[in-house]
């Protein structure tokens, strides 16, 4: 084996000990490039370096992710889920199960307004699960509906995972939005009709709505508090989404109007306020930074991989396995999988993808069709024991009775209902291929 292949080797083997080391991740992938570059090829390796930083620094496209951020978190900060919760709760309230499939809406609608895992799951635990507790909902289907509804932000455009993968994979951030869409609401579906069935077969599992409760809202008080409380944050999520979709405005436009959106909204829902705005800046720094600081951090791992030739040993591992394309595509939804348990998903795209992404550029794989399997299959990462990030979300903020075992049995129906919908996604390409080539976005 050359020797530049065993320093790439070294180069992966000293990021992962220095990650479990407890070392943060931008930190670790950073420092494991710069040594194993330094001592394959000493500092010439880097001369490409600033311009690799800048390309990243001025990339028009990633100009939406703090648009996009600064959006979700204004809608979460002005707490508009309670009244969208408390709504739909109430308009699906009269059959059993309604209140779960309330959660699954409006999870939809926060995966679309937010696309933060952490920060819907919170909302939606802190929010809605002494409720559904309080009346008389089965401990595990209550956290494992909020969970998995927590997750749908991964692929419910405008996700921020997308926009990251359309630049790591060369397609168009409208491409992905219109791709995830029919995913997205295909796995909201599934969950609601298993909510559904275990209302109609489990009545005890999940209750209808107290008569005398559902009495206490008049028709007209709950169509007021629709109009007020549903239709604003819905108009202005279809408005970002089908300006980008249709091709009226570029993604970064669309963001930026989005954000301009969620403070009119906020205002006229009455919500807004000095406090509401400057924590919504501060989180959207942080989150920024946050994304930023990795994205600049693996420039430097992949420049010091791909000297060191370890796209070549990463091909020839791969071509190895057994089964070909579809062999290589199991691979990674695997190591996708149990890395998702420890990584978040910013990391895995920008550390693991880009080295295996041109084994199926190579190939000839559809790419569009490739980042949907990767989304999906991330969200479903996210929920699975012990060591999926919506659980550790979910026992942050659930009441003391609430016991991790609950939890984790809760999310083991809808971790099932992920894995039938990423198996259809793989048979069914046409399932996130059809919209973007309806509307023209592809061939």
């Not at 939005?177 to 999940?206: E, H, K, T």
């Not at 091709?247 to 436009?253: F, L, N, Y």
């Not at 996708?336 to 920008?350: A, V």
Request: proline share 5%; net charge neutral; charged share 10%.
């Amino acid at each position: 084996m050359p020797l530049n292949e065993v320093y790439a080797i070294g180069m992966l083997l000293c990021f992962v000990v220095l990650l479990f080391a407890g070392v943060r991740v931008a930190y670790a992938i950073a420092a494991s490039g710069f040594i194993f570059g330094l001592i394959g090829f000493g500092p010439l390796l880097f001369n490409l370096l600033p311009a690799r930083m800048y390309g990243v620094a001025t990339n028009y496209t990633l100009l939406a992710v703090p648009l996009f951020v600064f959006m979700g978190v204004m809608l979460e900060k002005s707490r508009i889920a309670e009244d969208m919760l408390d709504v739909m709760g109430h308009l699906a309230g009269r059959v059993n199960g309604g209140m779960g499939v309330a959660i699954i809406l409006v999870g939809v609608m926060m995966g679309a307004a937010t696309g933060i895992v952490g920060a819907t799951v919170v909302t939606l635990g802190l929010i809605a699960l002494p409720t559904l507790l309080r009346r008389g909902y089965n401990t595990g289907l209550a956290t494992g509906a909020i969970c998995a509804s927590g997750t749908l932000g991964q692929i419910i455009p405008p996700s921020l995972i997308l926009i990251l993968l359309s630049d790591l994979m060369g397609e168009s951030v409208g491409t992905l939005f219109a791709a995830a869409l029919i995913p997205g609401l295909m796995l909201a579906g599934l969950y609601v009709i298993y909510i559904l069935a275990l209302g109609f077969f489990r009545p005890d599992f999940a209750p209808a709505l107290p008569a005398e409760e559902r009495a206490r809202v008049s028709g007209r008080e709950l169509l007021k508090r629709t109009l007020l409380g549903v239709v604003p944050p819905l108009a202005l999520v279809f408005a970002v989404l089908g300006s980008i979709i249709g091709g009226v405005a570029a993604p970064t436009e669309a963001a930026a109007m989005g954000a301009a959106g969620s403070i009119l909204v906020v205002a006229l829902l009455g919500k807004l306020s000095w406090k509401v705005l400057n924590d919504t800046m501060r989180d959207t720094l942080k989150t920024t930074a946050m994304i930023f600081f990795i994205v600049m951090a693996s420039q430097v791992f992949s420049l010091a991989f791909r000297g060191l030739s370890g796209e070549d040993l990463i091909a020839e591992f791969m071509g190895a396995l057994p089964g070909g394309i579809w062999g290589a595509i199991i691979f990674m939804m695997v190591l996708l999988f149990i890395l998702g348990f420890f990584l978040e998903w910013i990391e895995i795209s920008y550390i693991v993808l880009p080295l295996l992404l041109p084994i199926f550029v190579a190939a000839d794989v559809n790419m569009v069709w490739l980042a949907m399997l990767v989304c999906m299959n991330l969200q479903t990462s996210f929920l699975t024991p012990p060591f999926g990030w919506a659980l550790f979300f979910m026992k942050g903020c659930a009441p003391p009775e609430v016991r991790t075992g609950d939890i984790y049995k809760g999310v083991i129906p809808f971790i099932v209902i992920q894995i039938i919908g990423l198996v259809l996604l793989a048979t069914f390409p046409q399932i996130s291929l059809w919209l973007p080539t309806a509307i023209g976005w592809m061939k």
